[in-house]
């Protein structure tokens, strides 16, 4: 059973570009969730999503970011514009439904110049 | 809203020594989750142990045990014999017990470990 999968692992970014980052959740994962990872801090928090519903975003920025997780593939997070403070490790993690425990996976780090 | 707090920043532990890395956390809840993830330099986030709230037994896996006061709000975390593969940055983790709510993570400690 495949773990979590993220790509890219690394992107690179000009200021103003889009990045768009890819989650795969573990086999029978119904729940996926975002967390950025700023660097020497913690995760946050972001979003949650079940297919084709974003359940709880209030981790997200007003502007500039979206999620989605589509009935068939993988869950997008999406930035916009990007500027120099959106450098960070983003990581996915799922669950199943009425699981407790989130698995992840092994991030995407995003550079913007 | 929930806090979590790691109130080490670094640790350091000799080879096949014990450590215990601390965390609080802030709550109104009575049942929730909480976590400790390690995250070694490969930045991916493994889950080390769990501990339900409604549980008093104190949870261990293998080398790793935590210490749960539920009235204190403290969940520390117990390295024992440890190992130069136990380096790395360990979060705490607290999640309200509702399917899918978000982990609210502490700050994280760095555990160095001396051969």
């Known amino acids: 059973n495949a773990g979590v999968m993220q790509n890219p692992r690394h992107l690179v970014r000009r200021r103003g570009q889009e990045a768009r980052l890819r989650c795969s959740p573990m086999?029978?994962?119904?729940?996926v969730y975002w967390y950025r990872q700023l660097p020497e801090e913690g995760l946050k928090f972001m979003v949650y999503?079940?297919?084709?519903?974003?359940?709880?975003e209030s981790g997200m920025p007003k502007e500039r970011f979206s999620a989605e997780f589509p009935k068939e593939g993988p869950s997008i997070l999406r930035i916009q514009q990007v500027v120099r403070g959106d450098s960070a490790a983003y990581f996915c993690?799922?669950?199943?439904?009425?699981?407790?425990?989130?698995?992840f996976g092994p991030g995407t780090r995003l550079t913007v110049l | 809203a929930q806090t979590v707090t790691q109130s080490q920043p670094e640790m350091s532990v000799q080879e096949a020594e014990t450590v215990t890395l601390s965390c609080t956390y802030d709550?109104?809840?009575?049942?929730?989750?909480l976590f400790w993830y390690k995250q070694p330099p490969s930045r991916q986030m493994i889950l080390v142990i769990r501990?339900?709230?409604?549980?008093?037994q104190n949870a261990t896996e293998n080398r790793f045990s935590v210490n749960f006061q539920k009235a204190a709000k403290s969940f520390s975390l117990k390295i024992s014999d440890s190992q130069l593969g136990d380096a790395a940055m360990y979060f705490c983790?607290?999640?309200?017990?509702?399917?899918?709510?978000?982990?609210?993570f502490g700050g994280g400690t760095r555990l160095m470990v001396k051969p």
């Open positions: 993690a799922s669950s199943p439904l009425g699981g407790d425990t989130q698995y």
């Open positions: 086999k029978g994962h119904s729940h």
């Open positions: 999503l079940q297919k084709e519903n974003i359940i709880d």
């Open positions: 709550t109104s809840e009575s049942d929730y989750y």
């Open positions: 501990q339900e709230a409604y549980k008093q």
């Open positions: 983790a607290y999640r309200r017990n509702n399917a899918g709510n978000m982990l609210t």
